[in-house]
């Protein structure tokens, strides 16, 4: 089956200001994030104060780290070379693993400006994770970027699903690889909200980061196969994103082997 995404990369123009499909789904995904995550913490009795200075340093720590991910692992010849580029976010590029640490070092600067256990609050905020990243991929596929590659000629018939990128002046059906990203996290986020209503009490602290760490860059790991993006030489088999993917994909696998069933309630 074969689907033709022709979606303009803006909702409307008025003069120089446009509002763009990317940015709508970006701020949708971290509001329904917050107000979620909002939810989390009035069921856990935290305060709610803390959770309105913590998104100020997680909106940064985002936004920056995301950038730089973007600089430093896909394209730094043409960054250092123009690096008046780098603050130009409206021109695309934004990295999900440098997002991942740019949340975690805001995050730690954040309990360590106030004195607060890194445990207290990081599984609550990484419950609402999925979210954000879940518009994010949908924001991707209508912005026709992270495309996934070519599954057969123009005309050519095709078993499964396939998308036309109208927007990128092709004829041919590709892996929409942004959806099957945005499925997974989809997927994540209702076990992680099962998980909680049904066993939270049982878990130990950091259950849920590392829950949906472990899943999710597992997931996003085989999920790159189907990208069209390339960072190194076509004999390397692997993506930059696959390669990031690894430290945290051991890092969940290190917490579930070695700490999970010890700190489990029964």
Known sequence: MIFINDISLEIFRVGEISLRWYGLFFALGIALAYTFIGWVFKKEKFKAEDLDSIAIYLFFGLLIGARLGEV???DPKFFFEHPSEIIKTWHGGLSSHGATIGLFLAYVL???IHKVPFTKYADALAMGIPITAFFVRVGNFFNSEIVGYKIADAGEKVSGVGVIFKQLGEDFPRHPAQLYEAFLLLIIF???VLIYKKSRKKN???FFLFFFVGLYFSGRFFIEFYKD?????D???????????????LLAGIYFIFFWKKGRRK
């Open 72 to 74: 430093l692992f896909y």
């Open 110 to 112: 954040w309990t360590k």
């Open 190 to 192: 209702a076990f992680m």
């Open 204 to 206: 130990p602290k950091l």
């Open 229 to 233: 993006l390339h960072v190194f030489p």
């Open 235 to 249: 004999s390397f088999p692997f993506s930059m994103g696959q390669v990031l993917s690894i430290v945290p994909i």
